[in-house]
T-cell receptor, first 113, second 116 residues
Framework: IAGITQAPTSQILAAGRRMTLRCTQD?????MYWYRQDLGLGLRLIHY???????GKGEVPDGYSVSRANTDDFPLTLASAVPSQTSVYFC????????????FGPGTRLTVL | AQTVTQSQPEMSVQEAETVTLSCTYD???????LFWYKQPPSRQMILVIR??????QNATENRFSVNFQKAAKSFSLKISDSQLGDTAMYFC?????????????FGKGTKLTVNP
């Protein structure tokens, strides 16, 4: 593994189902982020984590939850998916507070029917 | 709240020509960072260039340069000698500090097409 990986690459999901998007980084970065990208809206922050054991809400957190049990993994869970959560989801990480640059994973395309 | 505006949803340029993408932002903070990210059809988000607000000198990375006007809150991207591989969505982003975490605020993007 090199950098940030996300799984699955894409997924079609029935409304009401539970879904966890996985994100793993091998760079030992402290901070991690989840964004959603929608056509015409750019990327919007869902949740973030400054360091293992801590999480915070971003701009559009409703319907999503995250956990950060260790440094490497930052899963995003949709407890009961709805069609408005159809989007492309990006995970990102940043080394520490002395670094201003975020590095992005390849994204997960999620379709909720 | 900070906002980032990209007023050009789409642009096109001929190969080898120069193109400038516009970005304006709104903030009351004095210290911050600005970024341009490129997203080609592969979907990968790639950092193109970054600018620290306390630096007056405009950032340059090979064919990419910015025109940073702090007072006007403007951060445009100039691509010189455009190449076909520059075809992509370009996102301007502002980084603020909130609750101890540096968060990116993105514009809605500009779709750039480089024509042969």
């Amino acid at each position: 593994i090199a950098g940030i990986t996300q799984a699955p690459t894409s997924q079609i999901l029935a409304a009401g189902r539970r879904m966890t998007l996985r994100c793993t980084q091998d760079m030992r970065h402290n901070a991690m982020y989840w964004y959603r990208q929608d056509l015409g809206l750019g990327l919007r922050l869902i949740h973030y984590s400054n360091t293992a054991g801590t999480t915070g809400k971003g701009e559009v957190p409703d319907g999503y939850s995250v956990s950060r049990a260790n440094t490497d993994d930052f899963p995003l869970t949709l407890a009961s998916a709805v069609p408005s959560q159809t989007s492309v989801y990006f995970c990102a990480s940043r080394p520490d507070r002395n670094s201003d640059t975020q590095y992005f994973g390849p994204g997960t395309r999620l379709t909720v029917l | 709240a900070q906002t980032v505006t990209q007023s050009q949803p789409e642009m096109s340029v001929q190969e080898a020509e120069t193109v400038t993408l516009s970005c304006t932002y709104d903030t009351s903070e004095n210290n911050y960072y600005l970024f341009w990210y490129k997203q080609p059809p592969s979907r990968q988000m790639i950092l193109v260039i970054r600018q620290e607000a306390y630096k007056q000198q405009n950032a340059t990375e090979n064919r990419f340069s910015v025109n940073f006007q702090k007072a006007a809150k403007s951060f445009s991207l100039k691509i010189s000698d455009s190449q076909l591989g520059d075809t992509a969505m370009y996102f301007c982003a502002f980084m603020k500090t909130q609750g101890g975490s540096e968060k990116l605020v993105f514009g809605k993007g500009t779709k750039l097409t480089v024509n042969p």
